[in-house]
Antibody, heavy 123, light 105 residues
Framework: QVQLQESGPGLVKPSETLSLTCTVS??????????WNWIRQPPGKGLEWIGY???????NYNPSLKSRVTISVDTSKNQFSLKLSSVTAADTAVYYC???????????????WGQGTLVTVSS | DIQMTQSPSSLSASVGDRVTITCRAS??????LAWYQQKPGKVPKLLIY???TLQSGVPSRFSGSGSGTDFTLTISSLQPEDVATYYC????????FGQGTKVEI
């Protein structure tokens, strides 16, 4: 059974870059059958999709965040990462990593999620 | 950008009631629609994908329907453990969540 675990700083200063890593166990980020997502949820609010990456390096980002987001995969460590630049208080949220199934050119919605990590943007 | 609008934003029903939540897309999205359940303080759980396909392990009282712009999630007989917020998600191109529907008993 796959497990995903987010890690990274819980506090980031405004204007700096938020960096998170998702470590995958029980599965491989190199698998062509899956793709890897980041999703966030501000405290007390709804879900916001950030973007995803396929093992080949192909990415898809939320247009509202695209200019600030980079998602990458590290096959040697079986991890994938999120970088969000120029953060503000509006980026304060629980950040989730998640795995979705890929088949026949279709990205199925993610069924496996990490527990989430709270990132607060504050000076 | 295609917007996803859920209704109602919240509802209260009794145990055993049939509950229906609606999700409307501002443009047609075929059947690229998923539903998630998020219980208080918990991680979202995928219930339905491709508008009507039940994720493995999800109770059969949950069902989804619709295509194009109008979709519904139905709980045929509401149970106490179904208290949660439910989100629809557009699953093509720029993925987008609805704003959520809070279900209470």
């Amino acid at each position: 059974q796959v497990q995903l675990q987010e890690s990274g700083p819980g506090l980031v200063k405004p204007s700096e870059t938020l960096s998170l890593t998702c470590t995958v166990s029980g599965g491989s980020v190199s698998s062509g059958s899956y793709y890897w997502n980041w999703i966030r949820q501000p405290p007390g609010k709804g879900l916001e999709w950030i973007g995803y990456i396929y093992y080949s390096g192909s990415t898809n980002y939320n247009p509202s965040l695209k200019s600030r987001v980079t998602i990458s995969v590290d096959t040697s460590k079986n991890q994938f990462s999120l970088k969000l630049s120029s953060v503000t208080a509006a980026d304060t949220a629980v950040y989730y990593c998640a795995r979705g199934y890929y088949y026949d050119s279709t990205y199925y919605p993610p069924g496996d999620w990490g527990q989430g990590t709270l990132v607060t943007v504050s000076s | 950008d295609i917007q996803m609008t859920q209704s109602p934003s919240s509802l209260s029903a009794s145990v055993g009631d049939r509950v229906t939540i609606t999700c409307r897309a501002s443009q047609g999205i075929s059947n690229y629609l998923a539903w998630y359940q998020q219980k208080p303080g918990k991680v979202p759980k995928l219930l339905i994908y491709a508008a009507s396909t039940l994720q493995s392990g999800v109770p059969s009282r949950f069902s989804g329907s619709g295509s194009g712009t109008d979709f519904t999630l139905t709980i045929s007989s509401l149970q106490p453990e179904d208290v949660a917020t439910y989100y629809c998600q557009k699953c093509n191109s720029a993925w987008t969540f609805g704003q959520g529907t809070k279900v209470e008993i």
